[in-house]
């Protein structure tokens, strides 16, 4: 609505006079004004027009200003619309709590001052004009940020299928290339076995191409572990852990359900993502030796948790509406693509629980409990 939109106000008295005299004292605020003579007629008006405000006249012959307010107040779209008793005859304090009681939210006495009803009308038009606005701003509010969120999710998808596809390039593009380099470097390395010179140079070549390579395959796993793609997230996320752990020093023990099986691709692959921020955020901040990362299904969800034994996360940092890191809310915001919850926990010195439970979509691909190994890996073993 717009701030000059004119608003619909309902007159209701059974004398016509008196609705003239009301449409000449208001004439000059523009709105537009609904006369009508009757209960009957002010129900018909209000199940066809929107209505901002009524004038309502106490005594009538059909029904009167009470009851008309009563049937007024059952509809859903009138429960909280304005509406201002106009009487002629002297009103007891009863009647003014039994019409405050039916709805109203003013009261004006017969004769009426023009000053007074035209200031009082134009208060609540105004009234109900900025709370249109303010509706149709939120309705676009949260148009606006459904939209977001289905770009947000969209933008996810494609960075993760874009990860996919640059790991399977590396992976079989140059990783090959460097195989293929390294395996003529070691058979140039054995023809020239007699020239030692020669020999220790390509076998220090030999061993950078070993480095390279190892290098490739990790970044290749990083970007999307193959795993992911060919046996599921719990086998991904134990050799991603085992890797983690060589390479931070963390020791990180991974507790796979036997009862998880496979899940959703998307779902996997938000999960996988989370563990990964998680861990990262404990070796960048946590100061803690050890991690730990259990998922399993449970009362038809997915439940997953990250747990360390560090520094923990500054006080309400953990909280809706205070400021989190860029890792943090996009795990948040993976959840929320899933209809999940997140939940972090952080104790000063005692470290950090982040809680992930997700809806479980995918209860008929689940494998009984006896048909799968329980995964159990803890790297405590990593120097």
Same mark, same amino acid.
Not at 26 to 32: F, K, P, S, T
Not at 135 to 144: D, G, P
Not at 265 to 279: I, K, N, P
């Given at each position: 609505?717009?701030?000059d939109?004119?608003v619909?106000?309902?007159?209701?008295?059974?004398?016509?006079?008196?609705?003239?005299?009301?449409?000449?004292i208001?004439?000059?605020?523009?709105?537009?004004l609904?006369?009508?003579?009757?209960?009957?007629e002010?129900?018909?008006?209000?199940?066809? $027009?929107?209505?901002?405000?009524?004038?309502?006249?106490?005594?009538?012959?059909?029904?009167?200003?009470?009851?008309?307010?009563?049937?007024?107040? @059952?509809?859903?779209?009138?429960?909280?619309t304005?509406?201002?008793?106009?009487?002629?005859?002297?009103? $007891?304090?009863?009647d003014?709590?039994?019409?405050? @009681?039916?709805?109203?939210?003013?009261?004006?006495?017969?004769?009426?001052?023009?000053?007074?009803?035209?200031?009082?009308?134009?208060?609540?038009?105004?009234?109900?004009?900025k709370?249109? @606005?303010l509706? $149709?701003?939120?309705?676009?509010?949260?148009?606006?940020e459904?939209?977001?969120?289905?770009?947000?999710?969209?933008?996810?998808?494609?960075?993760?299928?874009?990860?996919?596809?640059?790991?399977?390039?590396?992976?079989?593009?140059?990783? @090959?290339?460097?195989?293929?380099?390294?395996?003529?470097?070691?058979?140039?390395?054995?023809?020239?076995?007699?020239?030692?010179?020669?020999?220790?140079?390509?076998?220090?070549?030999? +061993?950078?191409?070993?480095?390279?390579?190892?290098?490739?395959?990790?970044?290749?796993?990083?970007?999307?572990?193959?795993?992911?793609?060919?046996?599921?997230?719990?086998?991904?996320?134990?050799?991603?852990?085992?890797?983690?752990?060589?390479?931070?020093?963390?020791?990180i023990?991974?507790?796979?359900?036997?009862?998880?099986?496979?899940?959703d691709?998307?779902?996997?692959?938000?999960?996988?993502?989370?563990?990964?921020?998680?861990?990262?955020?404990?070796?960048?901040?946590?100061n803690?030796? +050890?991690?730990?990362?259990?998922?399993?299904?449970?009362?038809?969800?997915?439940?997953?948790?990250?747990?360390?034994?560090?520094?923990g996360i500054?006080?309400?940092?953990?909280?809706?509406?205070l400021?989190?890191?860029?890792?943090?809310?996009?795990?948040?915001e993976?959840?929320?693509?899933l209809?999940?919850?997140?939940e972090?926990?952080?104790e000063?010195?005692?470290?950090?629980?982040?809680?992930?439970?997700?809806?479980?979509? +995918?209860?008929?691909? +689940?494998?009984?409990?006896?048909?799968l190994?329980?995964?159990?890996?803890?790297?405590?073993?990593?120097a």
């Open positions: 609505m717009r701030p939109s004119p619909n106000i309902l007159m209701v008295d059974d004398q016509p006079a008196k609705l003239l005299s009301y449409e000449a208001l004439r000059d605020l523009n709105e537009n609904i006369k009508v003579t009757s209960g009957r002010a129900l018909d008006q209000l199940l066809k $027009t929107e209505i901002a405000l009524v004038l309502l006249d106490v005594s009538m012959p059909d029904i009167n200003g009470f009851e008309l307010a009563d049937l007024i107040r @059952q509809h859903p779209r009138y429960q909280s304005a509406i201002i008793f106009i009487s002629g005859v002297h009103l $007891t304090d009863m003014r709590i039994h019409a405050y @009681q039916r709805g109203a939210v003013d009261y004006i006495s017969v004769p009426v001052v023009p000053d007074l009803l035209r200031a009082k009308v134009s208060v609540f038009a105004e009234l109900y004009r709370t249109r @606005q509706e $149709t701003a939120n309705n676009s509010l949260r148009v606006a459904e939209h977001l969120r289905y770009l947000t999710g969209r933008l996810m998808q494609i960075q993760d299928a874009e990860r996919r596809r640059v790991a399977r390039d590396v992976h079989d593009g140059l990783g @090959q290339y460097l195989v293929g380099v390294k395996m003529g470097i070691d058979q140039l390395g054995r023809r020239l076995a007699h020239d030692s010179n020669c020999h220790d140079s390509l076998s220090e070549i030999s +061993t950078l191409l070993d480095q390279a390579i190892n290098e490739t395959r990790t970044i290749s796993h990083l970007l999307h572990p193959p795993l992911l793609d060919e046996i599921g997230l719990g086998s991904a996320l134990a050799a991603y852990a085992d890797g983690f752990a060589k390479r931070s020093g963390i020791s023990s991974v507790d796979v359900g036997r009862n998880l099986g496979r899940l691709s998307e779902l996997e692959t938000a999960l996988f993502r989370v563990v990964q921020e998680c861990l990262m955020n404990v070796h960048r901040h946590s803690s030796a +050890t991690a730990s990362v259990s998922l399993n299904r449970e009362s038809g969800k997915v439940r997953l948790c990250v747990c360390d034994e560090g520094i500054n006080p309400g940092k953990e909280s809706d509406g400021a989190l890191g860029v890792g943090l809310l996009g795990i948040r993976r959840i929320r693509q209809d999940g919850k997140l972090i926990h952080s000063k010195s005692k470290g950090t629980e982040v809680l992930v439970w997700v809806p479980d979509k +995918t209860k008929d691909e +689940t494998p009984t409990a006896s048909t190994p329980r995964i159990n890996i803890d790297s405590s073993a990593v």
